[in-house]
C-alpha cells in the first residue's frame, strides 16, 4: 500500500503493480479436553450427590477445626492453671480462672483436664500448708477456685479426700491461733477449748498440748482455794492424760502446803501461837 515490495525489499515506482503472494490460511484446530468418545452430560441426581458429599466434607472439616482449635485451647488455659499452682501462686490462678475460663464454652473440659493433674498435686499442697509454708490466706484463694469448679463438674476421689484434709487442718490451724490469743488475754478457759481442738495431724499438736495443760494449771492457781482448785481441775480431767492430771494434783497439795507453812509462820512471828497450832 505504501509503495514498497516486501519480498524484493525495493520502493516501486509508478504504476506497476506488485505481485501479491497468497499467504495460506491458518486453519482453527479444535482441542477436546473430554475423555475419548461421546461426552455425557450428568443427570440431576449425581449432581446433587456431589454437592451433598462436598458439603458434607466441608462441614466435617470446619468441625475438626473448631475441635482441634478448643482442644489446643482447653490445654493451654489448664497448663496455665497449673503453671500458677506450682509455683504457689494462688491468687492468680483464682483470678487467671473468674477472667479466662469461668463461664467460657470449654469450662468443663479445661475443668476436666486441670482435675488429671492436679491429682499429682494435693498431698505437697497438704504438707506445705500443714508446715506453714502455704499461708492461710493462699490456701483460701485455692479451696474458692475449687469450689467453683465443683459446681459444674464432678470431683475426683482424690479432691474430695484433699477438700476434707483441707478443712479439717484449716479448723485445727485457726483453733491454735485463737487458743495463743486467749492465752493473751488471760481468757484460760476459752484457751483450754482452743487447744484441745487442734488435731494430731497438725504440725502444732505437741506445742498445743503443753499450752493447754499450762493454760488449765493457771486457772487451778487462780482458784486460791483447795477445795475450788481440786474441783476445777476434774472439770479438765478428761482433757488430760493420767500423768498430767497427777502432776496437776500435786501442784494442787504442794500450793496449799506451801501457803498453810508461810501462814504459819507469819503467826509465830507474831506470837500469834494459838492460832499456828490451828493450822498445823
Known amino acids: ?58 462441614a466435617a472439616g470446619i468441625i475438626g477445626y473448631i475441635f482441634m482449635f478448643g482442644f489446643i485451647g482447653t490445654g493451654r488455659e489448664s497448663d496455665r492453671l497449673i503453671e500458677y499452682i506450682d509455683s504457689r501462686e494462688f491468687d492468680k490462678a483464682y483470678d487467671y480462672y473468674q477472667d479466662k475460663i469461668a463461664d467460657s464454652v470449654n469450662e468443663i473440659d479445661v475443668i476436666d483436664e486441670f482435675q488429671k493433674q492436679m491429682d499429682d498435686r494435693y498431698d505437697a499442697i497438704i504438707d506445705e500448708f500443714n508446715s506453714g509454708d502455704i499461708n492461710k490466706s493462699s490456701m483460701e484463694k485455692l479451696d474458692r477456685m475449687l469450689d467453683s469448679m465443683m459446681e459444674i463438674a464432678l470431683s475426683t476421689e482424690k479432691h474430695s479426700e484433699f477438700v476434707y484434709k483441707y478443712t479439717e487442718l484449716y479448723q485445727s490451724k485457726t483453733a491454735y491461733e485463737e487458743g495463743e490469743k486467749n492465752m493473751e488475754s488471760k481468757d484460760y478457759a476459752g484457751a483450754v477449748t482452743n487447744f484441745a481442738s487442734v488435731i494430731s ?24 482455794d483447795y477445795d475450788k482448785a481440786i474441783s476445777t481441775l476434774e472439770n479438765y480431767e478428761e482433757m488430760l492424760s493420767s500423768s498430767e492430771y497427777e502432776s496437776l494434783k500435786k501442784s494442787i497439795m504442794q500450793y496449799v502446803i506451801d501457803s498453810i507453812n508461810e501462814q504459819i509462820n507469819q503467826d509465830i512471828e507474831s506470837g ?9
Open 1 to 58: 500500500r505504501c509503495g514498497y515490495d516486501i519480498k524484493k525489499k525495493k520502493v516501486i515506482t509508478g504504476t506497476t503493480k506488485t505481485s501479491k503472494t497468497k499467504i495460506p490460511k491458518q486453519t482453527k484446530t479444535k482441542v477436546n479436553f473430554s475423555a475419548p468418545g461421546k461426552r455425557k452430560k450428568m443427570n440431576k441426581t449425581t449432581i446433587i450427590t456431589i454437592s451433598v458429599v462436598a458439603t458434607l466434607l466441608i
Open 272 to 280: 500469834d501461837y494459838k492460832k499456828a497450832k490451828s493450822y498445823v
Open 201 to 224: 495431724t497438725d504440725n502444732n499438736y505437741d506445742k498445743a498440748q503443753k499450752e493447754k495443760t499450762n493454760a488449765i494449771k493457771k486457772l487451778v492457781d487462780g482458784c486460791g
